[in-house]
Structures are given as structure tokens and as C-alpha cells.
């Protein structure tokens, strides 16, 4: 069954309805109205899942202007924290916001500075780096004190950065600071919208004009074209052999290798020819740990690997088998999961193991990495070349699970079964079902289900166990959303 596929053969409409075609689409609402769901709920389930990320709104400016008093006014309530007095908010902070029916996210940032140091420093680099993640940006400017030699600063910042600017004139409580705000037509980013982030007034058109900079869905950032070169990012802690692995695949000395922990800064994209196909392999700076304890080099080096891990379709995380696994590597195959990437474990340094290291790696895999069974693992050694012709193995099969794909038709068979065998327990008197479900989009797969009662998180986990045992998705994160069809009759 392959219904997404177009009559004229073109994949025009593949995302109209998430990973639906029209025709499944069709049966699937179908099947939606005849167990009591409202079908807009339903859509907009799909619709959720389907089109992956969200595009991303940063909200930026130098400090006290009111980012985070605009934040909790565009998101709709007090969330971010606000307090009179510069400084407050220092990392990033993301929120989901809706605005005319379209969702998006929206990312509060620290006030940013020019010429600072330390701490204030860090701030500035976490504000940049959420211009560059994001695809519009708001920038907020205090209209009663008017356009700053370092709004001018920021102005420059956003020039560089190529997104698309909302230029926001905060503290506007009535028509007499609108004057003020017209003033900052100067600043050469078009019309200042004026606004009162404390009493609301004039958001609402601000919002229009953010709707109409944000894409509908962000751009996909990783591969170069279709057919291109797959991207695969080489993420770990310092030391563990990235460049050293690189430098073995490519067959050449690309890029720099020392003893020293931390010699590469800036991800290094190589093109290498492996397995008789072209990789874009992306070398990147090693995660010490929480990027916010950092500072200098190796903050702005973890800022640039979690970008690189984004714009990735798969990570090899590679982890030092001659060591015992860290919290750290368990912090950065989270990292991993979390951005949606498909996933290769690489134990380097494989040939300087002795048996009794072997036997307990594999009792601290099991206890550590547990919840990570899926990945494909490799046993490799950088400076030998050991197995190294396993690893291109590995990435394909954990590219085919990332972009696995099952009908509505064969996982409603599936469900079907899964529930009459194992049924979810009974709590308080009621047994939840799942009734049905689709999987609305890959890379990575997700699934939304669709539930009589609330599905517990171990039922939950069991049902992702099944998906993996039943559909395979090796190497591939998945998804899983659910949703509790509403008491008949609740709805006026």
C-alpha cells in the first residue's frame, strides 16, 4: 500500500496530511468519525505530528527591553521569568505558542551585549546562536529610550544572520509613545510595530506580522539536495577518537589530531567516499558537559555541535570502550534521541580492551545505555582501522529504520492484536484502549494513537518495544503521541 504516492508520480501532497496520502487520509477520518472523535482534533493530531518541527521564533534585544514580558504575552501566560532589573533571563528557554490557529515555537534569550566578558559573554553567545537556529526573528527595542548603540550592534548581527526581523517598539502604553516609536524606522529594518508587552496593546498586529515571516514549516536542514550526500555527524566527549575516526575513513590526515582533549573547535564537514557512496561526515568539538558550565572556546565549540547535530541525518556517537560509560555519554545519546537524528553507537579504542574490560562494558551497556537497545552498534578502533568496514553498514541501516514508513492499514492490524493480547491494565475501575492510529511522519517515525482513556508511560513504552519487534526502526527514534477521544456529549 502506498497511497502518498501521486497519480502523476510526484510527491506534491505528501505532506498535506502529514505521511498520509489522500486516500488513506480519507479512510482514516472515516474510521475516526465512527468511534466519536472530533475529526478537527484528529486533523490537527495529524497535522502535528506530521510536519515534524515547528518553526522557531527567537525573541532578542539587548537587556531589560522586555523580551521575557513579550514572551509570556505572545505564549499566553506567565511562564518566563520577568523581574525589573537587567539580566535576568541568561540561557535560552523554549515555549510553544499559537497564533490564528498556527503553532510555533517561541525562544526567550538573554539581553545581549557587545565588548562583555564572563558570564554576561555566555548570554550574548546563547542569544546568537538562537538567531542563527531560528527562522524569524522578533527584535525588541525600548521606544521610550529609543534606538541604543547597541540595538545598532544587534541590528548588524541580524543583518549578517539573513532572517527574516520583526521589529518590535516596546513600553508603547498609549498613542502618545506611538511618535516615539516611529522613530525607529532609523534602525532600516522596516515598519516598528508598537506595542505594550505589559498591558498587550498592539501584539496582536505584531503577531500578524510574525505569522507572515514565519515559513509554514522550517526548511529541512540537513543533506545538501535530493539524492545528495547523506549527513553524518561524529559526536562524543573529548578525546574519544572523532577526528581520529574521520582521518581513518577519509584515508588521509583532514583534519587535526593530539592528545590534547578538545583540538577540534569548528565542525569540519569532509566529504568521503565509503562504501562505494559519497558522506558528508561532520567532525565536532567534544561535549565536556552542561554547555552552560562552560566557558570561552569550548562554550561557543558545544553551541556549534549541537547545531551540527540539527543539521544531521544520523549521529555516530562514539564512546570510549576503554573507559567506564559517563553520565556525559548518556547526556549526549540523549542529545541525539532528542533532536530526532538516527543513531549509531561507535565504541572506540576497541583494540586495547582485554577480556575482563570486555565482560564489563557489556553488563554497563545493558545498565547504562538500556534505553538506547535499538541503535546499531559498531566495535571499532580509529588508530588501527578495526571494523571500520562496519560502519557504513550501520548508518544505512539506521538511516532505512529513520525513514520507515508503515500504512494506516497494516498498523491498525497490528494494534488490533497487540490490544487483544495485552490489553492495558485496569485502573480505577476502567480499562483504556487503544482504538486506533496512524503514523503521521518520518525522520523520525511518528506515530500518533488514538485512545478510549489515558494510556499509561509503561503501556506507552511497551506498545514502542512492540512497533520496533513488529516494523523493525533500527537505529531510529520514534515518536509516540496519544490521544483520549473526549466523553461523547461533553462537546456542545
Same mark, same amino acid.
Request: no cysteine.
Given at each position: 500500500?502506498n497511497?502518498q504516492?501521486? @497519480?502523476?508520480?510526484s510527491?506534491e ?5 502529514g505521511a498520509?496520502g489522500d486516500?488513506e487520509y480519507?479512510?482514516?477520518? !472515516?474510521l475516526a ?5 472530533? #475529526?478537527e482534533d ?8 506530521g ?11 539587548r537587556p /531589560?527591553?522586555? $523580551?521575557s514580558t513579550?514572551?509570556n ?5 506567565r511562564?518566563a521569568v520577568?523581574?525589573d ?8 528557554v523554549t515555549?510553544?505558542?499559537?497564533w490564528a490557529?498556527?503553532r510555533?515555537?517561541?525562544v526567550?534569550t538573554?539581553?545581549w ?8 559573554a ?12 531560528a527562522d524569524?526573528?522578533v527584535f525588541v527595542?525600548?521606544?521610550k529610550?529609543?534606538a ?7 541590528v ?15 513600553k508603547v502604553?498609549? @498613542?502618545?509613545?506611538e511618535a516615539?516609536?516611529a522613530?525607529?524606522? /532609523?534602525?532600516?529594518?522596516?515598519e516598528?510595530?508598537p506595542?505594550?508587552a ?5 501584539t496582536?498586529?505584531?503577531l500578524?506580522?510574525v505569522l507572515e515571516a514565519l515559513? !509554514?514549516a @522550517?526548511?529541512?536542514?540537513?543533506? *545538501?539536495?535530493?539524492g545528495g550526500?547523506?549527513?553524518i555527524a561524529l559526536?562524543?566527549r573529548p /578525546?574519544v ?5 574521520l582521518? $581513518?575513513?577519509?584515508?588521509e !590526515?583532514r583534519?587535526v ?6 583540538? *577540534?573547535r ?5 566529504l568521503?567516499e ?6 558528508k ?5 567534544g561535549?565536556?558537559?552542561?554547555v552552560h558550565l562552560?566557558?570561552?572556546a569550548d562554550?561557543?565549540a558545544s ?5 551540527a547535530v540539527?543539521k544531521a541525518e544520523?549521529?555516530?556517537?562514539l ?5 567506564s560509560i559517563?553520565?556525559q555519554d548518556q547526556?549526549i ?11 549509531v #553507537?561507535?565504541?572506540n579504542?576497541w583494540?586495547?580492551?582485554?577480556e ?6 557489556e553488563?554497563?551497556i545493558?545498565?547504562?545505555l538500556?534505553?538506547v ?5 559498531v566495535n571499532?578502533?580509529a588508530?588501527?582501522?578495526r571494523?571500520?568496514?562496519k560502519l557504513?553498514p550501520?548508518?544505512? *541501516?539506521?538511516l532505512?529504520g529513520?525513514?520507515?514508513r508503515v500504512?494506516?492499514?497494516r498498523l ?10 495485552h490489553p492495558? @491494565?485496569?485502573?480505577?475501575g476502567?480499562q483504556?484502549?487503544?482504538l486506533?492510529?496512524?503514523?503521521a511522519?518520518? $525522520?523520525p517515525?511518528r506515530f500518533v494513537?488514538?485512545?478510549s482513556?489515558?494510556i499509561?508511560?509503561g503501556?506507552r513504552?511497551?506498545?514502542e ?6 516494523f523493525g526502526?533500527?537505529?531510529a527514534?520514534?515518536h509516540?503521541s496519544v490521544r483520549v477521544?473526549?466523553k461523547?456529549g $461533553?462537546?456542545k
Amino acid at each position: 500500500m502506498n497511497d502518498q504516492i501521486q @497519480p502523476d508520480g510526484s510527491a506534491e501532497h505528501e505532506y498535506e496530511h502529514g505521511a498520509l496520502g489522500d486516500a488513506e487520509y480519507a479512510e482514516f477520518m !472515516e474510521l475516526a468519525a465512527e468511534e466519536g472523535f472530533d #475529526l478537527e482534533d484528529v486533523e490537527g493530531a495529524i497535522e502535528e505530528a506530521g510536519h515534524g518541527p515547528l518553526p522557531v521564533l527567537a525573541v532578542v534585544g539587548r537587556p /531589560n527591553v522586555g $523580551k521575557s514580558t513579550l514572551v509570556n504575552r505572545i505564549i499566553g501566560r506567565r511562564e518566563a521569568v520577568v523581574e525589573d532589573k537587567p539580566g535576568v533571563t541568561r540561557d535560552r528557554v523554549t515555549y510553544e505558542a499559537e497564533w490564528a490557529g498556527r503553532r510555533f515555537k517561541v525562544v526567550d534569550t538573554g539581553g545581549w551585549e557587545q565588548d562583555v566578558l564572563g558570564i554576561d559573554a555566555s548570554v550574548a553567545a546563547q542569544a546568537e546562536y538562537a538567531i542563527e537556529a531560528a527562522d524569524a526573528v522578533v527584535f525588541v527595542v525600548d521606544a521610550k529610550v529609543g534606538a541604543t548603540d547597541t540595538d545598532e550592534a544587534v541590528v548588524r548581527l541580524l543583518r549578517k544572520a539573513g532572517k527574516p526581523v520583526v521589529l518590535a517598539a516596546n513600553k508603547v502604553d498609549g @498613542p502618545s509613545g506611538e511618535a516615539d516609536a516611529a522613530y525607529l524606522w /532609523n534602525l532600516g529594518l522596516g515598519e516598528p510595530h508598537p506595542v505594550s508587552a505589559l498591558h498587550g496593546r498592539g501584539t496582536g498586529d505584531m503577531l500578524d506580522a510574525v505569522l507572515e515571516a514565519l515559513p !509554514e514549516a @522550517p526548511a529541512q536542514t540537513f543533506g *545538501t539536495a535530493i539524492g545528495g550526500p547523506r549527513r553524518i555527524a561524529l559526536i562524543g566527549r573529548p /578525546n574519544v577518537g572523532k577526528s581520529s575516526l574521520l582521518n $581513518k575513513v577519509a584515508g588521509e !590526515e583532514r583534519v587535526v589530531v593530539n592528545e590534547l582533549a578538545g583540538t *577540534t573547535r569548528d565542525p569540519v564537514d569532509e566529504l568521503i567516499e565509503l562504501g562505494g557512496r559519497t558522506w558528508k561526515f561532520v567532525d565536532t568539538a567534544g561535549i565536556r558537559k552542561r554547555v552552560h558550565l562552560q566557558q570561552g572556546a569550548d562554550y561557543y565549540a558545544s553551541l556549534r555541535t549541537a547545531a551540527a547535530v540539527e543539521k544531521a541525518e544520523v549521529a555516530v556517537v562514539l564512546i570510549d570502550a576503554s573507559e567506564s560509560i559517563s553520565v556525559q555519554d548518556q547526556r549526549i545519546v540523549t542529545m541525539a534521541v532528542e533532536a530526532g537524528r538516527a543513531l549509531v #553507537l561507535a565504541y572506540n579504542k576497541w583494540d586495547t580492551l582485554d577480556e575482563e574490560r570486555r565482560y564489563y562494558l557489556e553488563r554497563e551497556i545493558e545498565t547504562e545505555l538500556g534505553q538506547v537497545a535499538w541503535a546499531p552498534r559498531v566495535n571499532v578502533s580509529a588508530r588501527t582501522g578495526r571494523h571500520m568496514e562496519k560502519l557504513v553498514p550501520a548508518i544505512e *541501516t539506521a538511516l532505512e529504520g529513520w525513514e520507515t514508513r508503515v500504512p494506516t492499514g497494516r498498523l491498525n492490524a497490528f494494534l488490533g492484536e497487540l490490544v487483544s493480547a495485552h490489553p492495558h @491494565p485496569v485502573r480505577g475501575g476502567k480499562q483504556p484502549r487503544i482504538l486506533f492510529g496512524t503514523q503521521a511522519g518520518t $525522520k523520525p517515525p511518528r506515530f500518533v494513537l488514538f485512545a478510549s482513556g489515558f494510556i499509561e508511560a509503561g503501556y506507552r513504552r511497551f506498545i514502542e518495544r512492540r512497533l520496533r519487534e513488529e516494523f523493525g526502526f533500527e537505529g531510529a527514534p520514534i515518536h509516540l503521541s496519544v490521544r483520549v477521544r473526549e466523553k461523547r456529549g $461533553k462537546k456542545k
